[in-house]
Structures are given as structure tokens and as C-alpha cells.
């Protein structure tokens, strides 16, 4: 592993302080976060230009619209989340309806008081980035895509894409695991899948820092797995930067077993685990864009996604 993370740093690893200082403080003008940072801001955006996202049933601004959950008498399942929240934190996901309960993708059920409460927790800013006061909303649950069902625990994977100057530069499926609690979070015990950007097949991943090939739950190979709607995603992802005009970008999609893929959220702080995943570092690739020439994020994204296969390849 030691001589392993030698050779990983020698071809190109990028760390947490060249990312900030010559990456994300360079290319995300600091105007533009609360258009990333905020998940309803960046729904609205999406909404705007046509581009797929779960769909928003409705939200809760202030303690006094908690009557409003009534409505959720309606759905049998959704997913309650903070307009502010990271890492995961905050997000209340309701897969079944149980007489006068609700039912967690873990089997407990919770009552209409137990929803009030949590999303009391959210308003007053508990899971908000600095815990500033914040927005509760209520959105459709994504029916995971059957091809991700043998490596995934109870939650919904999800394909987190780097975006660079408008150009697709690394990928990674995240897959849920019991230790994460269902959701696709590296950072709650998830795991990270490297995938090919060519072809959109995983190769093997990474839990925990450690490299692996297997599903910690399931024990199924990680490696191997075809994405559905590969060419759609990068083509939505090469998309995005006309939207959000963020230079360096995480964008994570989720693929429905009926919608097929929609975009969760974006995020202008991606984590760097996603080299781990693909064995390989991020620098050579930002670095071949730069030395393309000229303002490559001007560019239409046909000729970006052109760019990107050239980098891949390099």
C-alpha cells in the first residue's frame, strides 16, 4: 500500500490545498456558491433549464407552516432534506406507509410528531452549513436502477462526476452501505467505485481510504458494473457549466428505475477520494485542459465532451 500511494502521488494525486487554492478559489467565483450550496436554489436552476431532478412536492420555511406536513398524509414515500445540509446529514428518506406511520429505509417507523420534530431540527439550522437557519424540503424518493441492486445496501447509489472548466474529467459510483445507513456518502462509510469515463464500466473502488474490489455487505464485485445511460450523463454534465458557471464542480446523478437519470445536487467543494476510486490522479487531467489553450469553458459543450475524451485517453 505504501509503495502504492508513492506511485499514486508521483502520477498526479491532487491534494486538499492545491485543490482550494488553485482549483476551487480560482474557478468558483464566491457569488455563484449559494446557487450550489443551497439544494432548492439548485433545483430552481435545474427546473429553469430543463434539466431533471427529483421532483419538489413542497417545502417548510418556519416553524409556523408545520401544519403544512399534513400533505404527506398523500405519499406513501419521500425524502425529507435540508436546503443547507452536507455530508449527508439531515436527510430523512420514507420508503413505506404503515397505518398512521411512516416507514425508514431501515424498517423503524416514525410518526408524524417524530417528522415534526426532525424538521424543527432542520429550520433551526442543525444540518445547515455554519448552522444558520434553514429550509426543510419534501422531494420524490429515486427508485434505485436494478443494475445497482447486488452492490448496494437499502439506499439509492449515486454517480458523482468532476467537472472542470466544463469538462468531464473523473467519475465514481457511490455506493450505500449498513454502515452509511443507506445513503451514498464516502464520509458516513459508503463505498466509491472508479468508472471508466469512455465506456462508464466501474473498475474496482475504495472504503474507508482502503482499496477494494468487493461490496463490504454484500460481498459482489464493485468492478465491472455498466452504467445505464452513460453518453446522457456526460452529456447533461458537460451541460451543467452553461447553467451553474462553476469551473470546478462535483455533480452527482441518480438514475430511477423509470425516470432515469436526474441530478441530486452539485457541489463546489468535491472530495479528492473519488483518485482513490479510479487508481489514478486528478492533476494530469485539469493540467492537459489548461494547456488546451484559450477560455476551453467558452466553448459548446459538444467540443468540451471532445476535449474530455482526449484528456481521458492521455
Do not use: C
Not at 164 to 182: A, D, I, N, Q
Amino acid at each position: 500500500m505504501i509503495q502504492f500511494l508513492r506511485t499514486f502521488y508521483q502520477a498526479g494525486l491532487l491534494g486538499m490545498n492545491r485543490r482550494n487554492g488553485n482549483y476551487t478559489l480560482v474557478r468558483n467565483p464566491r457569488k455563484l456558491y449559494p446557487f450550489v450550496d443551497d439544494k432548492l436554489k439548485t433545483k430552481e436552476l435545474l427546473i429553469a433549464n430543463g434539466i431533471a431532478s427529483p421532483e419538489l412536492y413542497f417545502t417548510i420555511e418556519r416553524n409556523s407552516e408545520l401544519n403544512n406536513l399534513s400533505r404527506l398524509n398523500m405519499f406513501k414515500d419521500f425524502v425529507i432534506k435540508p436546503a443547507r445540509g452536507a455530508a449527508g446529514r439531515g436527510i430523512f428518506v420514507i420508503v413505506d406507509k404503515v397505518g398512521d406511520y411512516w416507514k425508514k429505509a431501515s424498517g423503524e417507523l416514525v410518526s408524524m410528531e417524530d417528522i415534526e420534530y426532525h424538521v424543527t431540527n432542520i429550520i433551526a439550522g442543525l444540518y445547515s452549513l455554519g448552522g444558520v437557519s434553514d429550509r426543510a424540503f419534501v422531494e420524490y424518493r429515486v427508485q434505485s436502477h436494478e443494475v445497482f441492486l447486488p452492490v448496494t445496501f437499502q439506499g439509492v447509489p449515486d454517480i458523482r462526476m468532476i467537472l472542470y472548466r466544463g469538462v468531464p474529467v473523473m467519475s465514481m459510483l457511490r455506493l450505500p452501505t449498513k454502515e452509511s445507513g443507506g445513503r451514498a456518502n464516502l464520509h458516513q462509510g459508503a463505498v466509491g467505485a472508479g468508472v471508466d469515463m469512455l465506456d462508464g464500466v466501474t473498475l474496482g473502488g475504495v472504503y474507508h481510504d482502503q482499496l477494494i474490489e468487493h461490496h463490504p455487505d454484500t460481498n459482489v464485485s464493485i468492478r465491472g458494473i455498466k452504467i445505464p445511460f452513460w453518453p446522457e450523463l456526460l452529456e447533461a454534465a458537460a451541460k451543467i457549466y452553461d447553467v451553474f458557471k462553476l469551473g470546478y464542480v462535483g455533480v452527482d446523478f441518480v438514475i430511477d428505475q423509470e425516470l432515469g437519470p436526474l441530478i441530486l445536487e452539485l457541489n463546489a467543494r468535491p472530495g479528492l477520494n473519488i483518485q482513490l476510486a479510479n487508481r489514478t490522479g486528478l492533476l494530469p487531467r485539469l493540467n492537459a485542459i489548461d494547456r488546451w489553450g484559450g477560455l476551453v469553458e467558452n466553448l459548446a459543450w459538444e467540443k468540451r465532451m471532445e476535449i474530455s475524451r482526449k484528456v481521458i485517453k492521455l
